[in-house]
């Protein structure tokens, strides 16, 4: 397990510190497969994860689903044969938080 995935998320809301040029480094140390993307301004976690078939891709998003609830916080996941694009971002405050490198951790445990 990484140092990450271990923290505790903590609530958070639309006016919610985003994560710091500072922070965003050293959290993508512990998520290195992970990639930055923006849509609309908005910056987002996001990696795909392959499988060998759709059975196998469908458990993995069921299992991400299971953490995000846990967590009440949750992804966008697009499901496809052999393959699971996850993106975190927090909603609400239109970015990136803690949370969300949290939990992309996380989803990195469930893949292994």
């Known amino acids: 397990m990484s140092e990450l995935s271990?923290?505790?998320?903590?609530?958070c809301s639309w006016?919610?510190?985003?994560?710091?040029?500072?922070?965003l480094e050293q959290y993508r140390?512990?998520?290195?497969?992970?990639r930055i993307a923006e849509r609309d301004g908005i910056m987002q976690l996001e990696r795909?994860?392959?499988?060998?078939?759709f059975r196998q891709?469908?458990?993995?998003?069921?299992?991400?689903?299971?953490?995000?609830?846990?967590?009440?916080h949750h992804p966008a996941l697009l499901t496809e044969w052999g393959k699971v694009t996850v993106t975190w971002w927090s909603h609400e405050m239109k970015g990136l938080h803690k949370n969300d490198f949290i939990l992309a951790a996380r989803t990195d445990e469930v893949a292994k």
């Open 48 to 53: 795909v994860f392959t499988f060998r078939n």
């Open 15 to 23: 006016d919610a510190p985003h994560v710091t040029d500072g922070e």
């Open 57 to 72: 891709a469908l458990a993995f998003t069921n299992a991400v689903g299971e953490i995000a609830e846990e967590a009440g």
């Open 29 to 34: 140390r512990d998520i290195p497969e992970w």
């Open 6 to 11: 271990e923290q505790q998320c903590e609530a």
